[in-house]
């Protein structure tokens, strides 16, 4: 009993510290607003974007539904590493409470149809509209928790493409002898990674604001990373830092493995294109020409029989070639969004 009630003390006391960092990013943020609306006015809207207050739907459902919610530590890892301007209970709650909202619509409907149209009888209404609000209830729910995933997995990618440039862009200011303060704080008003550009916001706030020191805010900056990779060079630089001060010498030796392992994905990209590409000529230019040919001489023969030759050149210009033409369009899709 005493155990239990030490850990829903800790997590009251951690919900509070994590919403007392998303009012102060708010705040910060809101500073940040009207000082740039002062000086420059044309890049106020920009700046005002960011700052996010809560509405009702959501304070009601923080107040009422976040206390009862399950720890779930390897997803909420996941959803810090999302970027979304809200606390885990928050949005948690608010999902539960939407979609406990869009049952109703749907149990409604449901009861309409099966009662008017299709003149069931009560039993079976009552069982086929709850098994409709079941229905949209998990998928409600499931939508709500699948949209931080994917919201990572596409900062991840966005990121990691992005990086060899950017620790490019880090080893030139590291050589300037600029401090690593000042060197996210140029990556921060950077648009050239919109991704790395929040971290490195996260990373000046966590200094200015919350007064950490430079190890625990790369640490902290790390935590919150879309990419494994990523955050294992914030942690290498908060080593690194640590141990000798200076981190020029480790952002030159990843800016070089960086930009050599872009190099050999661009070369392996390279050679797929072109495999594609001869696999494009075989199979719509060069094959179809082949098989018409082919299929004209063997109507020719006499022993050819009734070969309805015109519907099948038909079907292989006007069906099978657009077909094979997207398919191969979708793959290359597939493959150059991944340079």
Same mark, same amino acid.
């Given at each position: 009993?005493?155990?239990?009630?030490?850990?829903?003390?800790?997590?009251?006391?951690?919900?509070?510290? $994590?919403?007392?960092?998303?009012?102060? @990013?708010?705040?910060?943020?809101?500073?940040?607003?009207?000082?740039?609306?002062?000086?420059?006015?044309?890049?106020?809207?920009?700046?005002?974007?960011?700052?996010?207050?809560?509405? *009702?739907?959501?304070?009601?459902?923080?107040?009422?539904?976040?206390?009862? @919610?399950?720890?779930?530590?390897?997803?909420?890892?996941?959803?810090?590493? #999302?970027?979304? &301007?809200?606390?885990?209970?928050?949005? %948690?709650?608010?999902?539960?409470?939407?979609?406990?909202?869009?049952?109703?619509?749907? !149990?409604?409907?449901?009861?309409?149809?099966?009662?008017?149209?299709?003149?069931?009888?009560?039993?079976? !209404?009552? @069982? #086929?509209?709850?098994?409709?609000?079941?229905?949209?209830?998990? !998928?409600?729910?499931?939508?709500?928790?699948?949209?931080?995933?994917?919201?990572?997995?596409?900062?991840?990618?966005?990121?990691?493409?992005?990086?060899?440039?950017?620790?490019?862009?880090?080893?030139?200011?590291?050589? %300037?002898?600029?401090?690593?303060?000042?060197?996210?704080?140029?990556? *921060?008003?950077?648009?050239?990674?919109?991704?790395?550009?929040?971290?490195?916001?996260?990373?000046?706030?966590?200094?200015?604001?919350?007064?950490?020191?430079? $190890?625990?805010?790369?640490?902290?900056?790390?935590?919150?990373?879309?990419? #494994?990779?990523?955050?294992?060079?914030?942690?290498?630089?908060?080593? #690194?830092?640590?141990?000798?001060?200076?981190?020029?010498?480790?952002?030159?030796?990843?800016?070089?493995?960086?930009?050599?392992?872009?190099?050999?994905?661009?070369?392996?990209?390279?050679?797929?294109?072109?495999?594609?590409?001869?696999?494009?000529?075989?199979?719509?230019? !060069?094959?179809?020409?082949?098989?018409?040919?082919?299929?004209?001489?063997?109507?020719?023969?006499?022993?050819?029989?009734?070969?309805?030759?015109? &519907?099948?050149?038909?079907?292989?210009?006007?069906?099978?070639?657009?077909?094979?033409?997207?398919?191969?369009?979708?793959?290359?899709?597939?493959?150059?969004?991944?340079?």
């Amino acid at each position: 009993m005493r155990a239990g009630l030490t850990r829903r003390k800790k997590r009251d006391i951690e919900r509070v510290i $994590e919403q007392d960092k998303q009012q102060s @990013l708010e705040l910060l943020m809101q500073s940040e607003s009207n000082q740039m609306s002062s000086e420059k006015p044309g890049r106020s809207r920009r700046s005002g974007k960011d700052v996010y207050s809560r509405n *009702a739907i959501e304070k009601f459902a923080y107040e009422h539904i976040s206390p009862h @919610l399950p720890r779930a530590q390897r997803y909420r890892e996941s959803f810090e590493q #999302a970027g979304l &301007p809200i606390i885990f209970e928050s949005y %948690a709650s608010t999902a539960i409470l939407l979609s406990m909202l869009a049952v109703v619509p749907g !149990v409604v409907a449901s009861a309409l149809v099966e009662s008017l149209v299709i003149h069931s009888a009560a039993p079976v !209404v009552v @069982l #086929a509209s709850a098994a409709i609000g079941a229905g949209t209830f998990v !998928v409600s729910i499931l939508l709500w928790l699948a949209y931080p995933l994917q919201r990572r997995r596409s900062f991840k990618a966005k990121l990691e493409n992005q990086l060899p440039y950017s620790f490019g862009i880090l080893g030139v200011l590291s050589a %300037a002898g600029i401090n690593i303060e000042r060197m996210f704080e140029r990556i *921060a008003v950077s648009d050239s990674n919109p991704i790395l550009a929040n971290l490195a916001r996260r990373f000046i706030r966590n200094i200015k604001i919350f007064g950490l020191d430079t $190890e625990s805010a790369l640490r902290e900056v790390a935590r919150h990373s879309p990419s #494994a990779s990523f955050a294992k060079m914030l942690d290498s630089i908060a080593v #690194a830092f640590k141990t000798t001060g200076s981190v020029h010498e480790l952002i030159m030796f990843e800016s070089t493995r960086l930009l050599a392992e872009k190099s050999d994905k661009l070369k392996k990209k390279i050679g797929d294109l072109a495999i594609m590409a001869e696999l494009y000529i075989t199979l719509v230019v !060069v094959g179809p020409i082949i098989f018409i040919v082919m299929l004209s001489i063997l109507q020719l023969l006499p022993y050819s029989g009734s070969l309805p030759s015109i &519907p099948i050149i038909n079907a292989l210009v006007f069906v099978g070639i657009p077909v094979i033409s997207i398919g191969f369009v979708l793959m290359l899709d597939s493959i150059v969004s991944r340079i």
